[in-house]
């Protein structure tokens, strides 16, 4: 789900409070809703007399408007002489990011794209998000296994680099962010009954996304509303992103010690070496004014940044990307800051780059245009950021999985569509930003659904009606080559490595004639032989139709050590699932419980030694990992 659909359920919630509402239009309702029509991506799906299709997103986005107001209140190996596989030849498309020489650039920068906006035939603001997760999961702030203790961390997109959750724990408690997002507590799990041992009140107006724990501190992510009044007499509420450091020493009684405030809508953040990371988005004010420089101009603890400190686009821009570090024994002072002007895009953190990438159409002669994807590296380590270099490739970025840097190299695969028909592509790129090498024109009339690039090979899911799974040998920088596919019914919208020459996907099985879903799918391919991967077993679980683990990586809960996949699905009702992968007998259904919480938060698995625990909403239940019995509950 994008930040927008989030962020309008999040006000949804808070201006249906105190009004009566049918069940179908509750949040957790509507979220469902817009989650259905995600999974389904490009393929319509029949289920018991019901069709739903992609595009019904934006219907029911204004769906939401409208309840706003009325409340108000993929046989084996193959060659195909499509893939054409080349050096490098495209550099023209890079150069280096640049700052301006003072403010009065950016302002014209900044009206000349509102201009265009007012003047196009669907203006309106686009809003930069993070990407819906390099290698296995790992722990974020901690290690997930400490001396005699085992427990889980939050599932990350780059190893080593932690990532805030709405649920944590450092082995001996459980972190839970309340459904009303004002709230965090601390869940003493000690025993075998749970108990509320702590609770982390935040301050009014401030409504939580996410946090970390480290150590005795706990940094809450989020927003704080800002009254905001202007020249004509309009009056407003705008977020600007928080990070707030509580004291938990003593968990009974949490204390509030630092709080860091940047211009913008919170985003993401990452952890890396004793630094955050925080990244918001700030659009340009309701009344731009050259005078006025909290119109256009970012800040970040009261101070605005400096030009230098802001990065120019190579197109027009209606927007930033506020990206500030800060040392976790200092929270509340930053260490450096940059903003990025933008029309719009995604973000991929690398171990040693932050990527922004946004797509563009290049218009073309009777109107057969085609889209690229821009892409900007900025260096970072140590709380510190380096100079920005910038890119294009062809064709869009589905997710962050099908975008990352290794060895000093970006690998980008992109769905094409300016040719009249859907293809993909592979790029790398070096580092800065020039084409090395490419692979295009695979996959006719089928779109990219999910990626995992490990390492000197990549696998690549695209989808029509059927799964074909590439892989492709990435070792030559400037001859990357597709050696092997395999097609099977269905699509995997999730990757992810499972031990030594194995990989997950997470998806949905289809009737391979009519492209109809039939349930949520796991399949695990052998890819101890690249040029020859094989699915060497698969479950579907019937009369489901989602998971939340299609839009949010943070979702499933892996564990090659344990043999643990779990995550949850939904179908009339929403269930969590754990399996186990046995070699020759494939995977073993050793959980089905159905979920009892409620509300719009994806749901969580996360375990302490043997037991684990399930959190949705407000709800936590226990569960013992040698037989899956029920031991206890607690609603906070």
């Given amino acids: ?61 204004a769906c939401l408007a409208l309840v706003l107001v009325a409340v108000q209140v993929m046989d084996g190996p193959r060659t195909d002489t499509r893939y054409t596989s080349s050096g490098s030849g495209d550099s023209e498309t890079h150069s280096q990011a640049v700052s301006p020489e003072d403010y009065s650039e950016i302002y014209a920068c900044l009206e000349a794209s509102a201009e265009e906006t007012a003047t196009s035939s669907d203006g309106g603001m686009v809003f930069l998000k993070e990407s819906a997760a390099d290698s296995a999961a790992s722990s974020d702030m901690g290690a997930a296994r400490s001396g005699t203790e085992s427990y889980s961390g939050t599932n990350v997109r780059t190893e080593g680099v932690g990532e805030a959750d709405i649920v944590k724990t450092d082995g001996t408690r459980l972190y839970v962010l309340r459904e009303n997002q004002q709230e965090i507590s601390i869940v003493d799990v000690s025993g075998t009954v749970m108990k509320e041992a702590g609770r982390i009140q935040l301050e009014e107006g401030v409504t939580a996304r996410e946090f970390y724990v480290q150590d005795s501190s706990l940094f809450v992510l989020g927003n704080r509303e800002k009254a905001v009044s202007f020249s004509s007499g309009y009056e407003n509420y705008e977020n600007e992103t928080v990070c707030v450091t509580y004291d938990i020493s003593d968990v009974s009684a949490p204390v509030e010690t630092d709080t860091l405030v940047q211009s913008g809508y919170y985003i993401t953040s990452r952890f890396a070496d004793g630094f ?30 400096a030009a230098g400190e802001i ?29 990025v002007l933008s029309n719009y895009g995604e973000c991929y953190v690398g171990s040693d780059s932050i990527y922004i990438y946004e797509s563009k159409y290049v218009p073309g002669p009777a109107g057969n245009g085609t889209n690229r994807t821009s892409i900007l590296r900025l260096p970072y380590g140590k709380g510190a950021f380096g100079e920005g270099a910038r890119g294009e490739v062809n064709g869009t970025v589905h997710d962050s999985f099908c975008i990352d840097e290794y060895d000093g190299y970006l690998r980008v695969v992109t769905t094409f569509s300016g040719t009249g028909s859907e293809t993909s592509a592979v790029y790398i790129l070096n580092q800065d930003m020039e084409i090395t090498g490419k692979i295009e024109d695979l996959a006719r009339g089928e779109s990219v659904y999910s990626a995992r690039l490990m390492g000197d090979t990549g696998y690549f899911v695209t989808y029509e009606q059927t799964d074909p799974l590439f892989s492709v040998d990435l070792s030559s920088p400037s001859k990357p080559q597709i050696i092997g596919s395999l097609k099977i019914p269905g699509f995997s919208d999730y990757l992810h490595p499972y031990g030594e020459g194995l990989l997950i996907g997470i998806g949905m099985d289809t009737d391979p004639e009519t492209g109809i879903t039939e349930g949520v799918k796991i399949s695990m391919f052998d890819i101890s032989s690249p040029e ?14 989602y998971t939340d683990v299609s839009s949010d990586y943070k979702a499933v809960l892996i564990d090659t050590e344990k043999n643990l996949i779990g995550f949850s699905a939904s179908g009339d009702q929403e269930h969590y699932y754990v399996f186990q992968y046995k070699e020759g007998e494939g995977f073993v259904l050793a959980m089905d419980e159905e979920v009892n919480g409620g509300g719009w938060q994806t749901t969580r698995g996360v375990y302490i030694e043997d037991t684990l625990y ?22 906070l």
């Fill in 311 to 339: 990065l120019m686009p190579d197109e027009h821009a209606s927007q930033y990307l506020v990206v500030t570090s800060v040392n976790t024994e200092k929270p509340g002072e930053p260490v450096d800051k940059k903003a």
């Fill in 614 to 635: 399930v959190v949705k909403g407000n709800a936590v239940e226990s569960y013992d990992m040698k037989n899956y019995q029920k031991i206890d509950d607690i609603l």
């Fill in 1 to 61: 789900m994008t930040e927008k659909e989030k962020k309008i359920l999040e006000e949804l919630d808070t201006a249906t409070q105190d009004v009566e509402v049918p069940d179908s239009l509750l949040p957790e309702q509507i979220y469902r809703k817009i989650q259905e029509t995600e999974t389904v991506k490009k393929t319509s799906v029949r289920k018991r007399g019901k069709r739903i299709l992609t595009r019904a997103v934006l219907p029911l986005a």
């Fill in 276 to 305: 955050l990371y925080l990244f918001s988005q700030f659009d340009v004010g309701y009344e731009m004014s050259s005078s006025n420089l909290d119109s256009y101009i970012p800040q970040v603890r009261g101070n605005y940044l």
């Fill in 532 to 545: 020859d991967v094989r699915e060497v077993a698969s479950y579907t679980i019937e009369d489901t139709y």
